[in-house]
Every structure is written in C-alpha cells, then in structure tokens.
C-alpha cells in the first residue's frame, strides 16, 4: 500500500489524526491517541521518527461496522479487522499513505484493557484511565489520557522519557497482561514474554528457556482479567 512513517508525511499524518477525531467525535465513541503516537505528543512534540502508524484507543462497543463503514466514507482503506469474543478488536485503516490503528478498549474507572490477536488465541494489556482530556496538537485538538504520564509509564516503563532503539509493540509493552489460547500459543507468547524481559536482552536457551516459559505462562495466566 506504499506506506509511510508518520514522520515522512506529516501533512498526510495529521490530516488522518483530524479526519479520524472527527469521525470518532461525531459517533460520540469515547476514544484517544496512545502508544506511540502519545508518545511521541507528549516525549518529543512530534511523531517519533520510527514510528510506523498512528494508534487511537476506541470505545469498543463503538468500534461497529458503521463506524467502519464511515472512516471508509472518509477516505480511509480497511485493511485488517480482528474480533475477540465475536466483537471487533481492533481495525487498521490507511490513507495516503498513513497506517492507524483502532484499537477497541473496555473503558472503566481506573482502568481499560484492549486485546491484540496473536495466533490461535490474543493478547490482553490493562493500562491505568482516568478520562480523557483535549491536548492541542499542530493545531489539532485531540483526545489524550488523562495522566498521560501513568499512561505511559504502563506502556513503556519508567525509562519512558528515554528512547530505545527498538521496540516490539506486542511484547516490549509493558502493560502485557495474560495470553488466551491453546497450549502452543501460550509457550509461543511465554518465549516471546521472557525474552523481552531478559535482563541482558539476549534470549535464555535449553533448559533455562523452558523453565523461563513454564514461569512466564503461570505469570501470564495467574494475572488473568475477566473481560
């Protein structure tokens, strides 16, 4: 689809932040930009070079085909969809160029979890909420956790005003919560867990692995959410 960092079209970049909010904002879903798209607002007043997409928490009873039906009314490509449950999870839409994802969030007092799929099963990450509140932006008035500090610190620990100079979205993020799925998406999910925190940042081998992953997946599982 020729798609672009953020960074590298700017101009398409903040025309998507706009047309999304407002697309958001008139189906009255309760939504705001996260991962590194906050990030990037709050650490270095910009979109992070590196940055591949844009990333907006939604309402997930907003997330709905007709919410869908009307970002596609607005230019945008729907080129992933994933449900958990029977409810959509997560979209990712694109337009000139620009990646968003539209991540659907269980929205509570004091907390929102939202799910990524991974394998046979998903992912499950909690992250602390408090509100939203409006944060201008290039001239754009977008939705921003309040707090966006212990927002960020959940995502990303509390080096989070430091940069790194890679990061695995699915398994860096430090809001990670438990895997769902069968016996060989929990160990793939346990592997992946452990090694991303790996002290040294090398991943551990033959035994060490295996009862690094035995550990992950009671840590994982143990943690656990309703949702």
């Not at 927002?151 to 890679?166: E, F, K, R, V």
Request: with cysteine; aromatic share 10%; glycine share 8%.
């Amino acid at each position: 689809m020729g798609l672009v960092t953020p960074s590298r079209n700017e101009a398409a970049a903040l025309d998507a932040l706009h047309d999304i909010t407002s697309v958001l904002t008139a189906h009255h879903a309760l939504h705001h930009v996260c991962d590194g798209t906050l990030l990037g607002i709050v650490r270095e007043g910009g979109f992070i070079a590196d940055d591949n997409d844009i990333d907006f928490r939604v309402d997930r009873s907003a997330l709905t085909d007709d919410l869908v039906l009307a970002l596609q009314t607005a230019g945008f490509t729907l080129f992933k969809r994933s449900s958990v449950k029977g409810h959509l999870a997560s979209i990712g839409l694109a337009r000139d160029g620009i990646a968003v994802d539209l991540y659907g969030t269980d929205f509570s007092a004091g907390a929102a979890v939202f799910h990524i799929i991974y394998k046979d099963g998903y992912l499950t990450y909690r992250v602390p909420f408090h509100g939203v509140e409006e944060r201008v932006f290039r001239n754009l008035s977008l939705s921003v956790p309040k707090r966006a500090e212990a927002d960020l610190i959940a995502c990303y620990g509390a080096t989070w005003q430091t940069p790194i100079s890679a990061w695995d979205g699915v398994f860096d993020h430090r809001a990670l919560l438990c895997c769902t799925g069968g016996l060989k998406t929990l160990f793939s999910a346990a592997y992946k867990f452990q090694d991303a925190r790996s002290p040294n940042g090398k991943p551990l081998k033959g035994w060490s692995a295996l009862r690094g992953a035995f550990r992950a997946i009671f840590w994982l599982r143990l943690r656990a959410p309703e949702t």
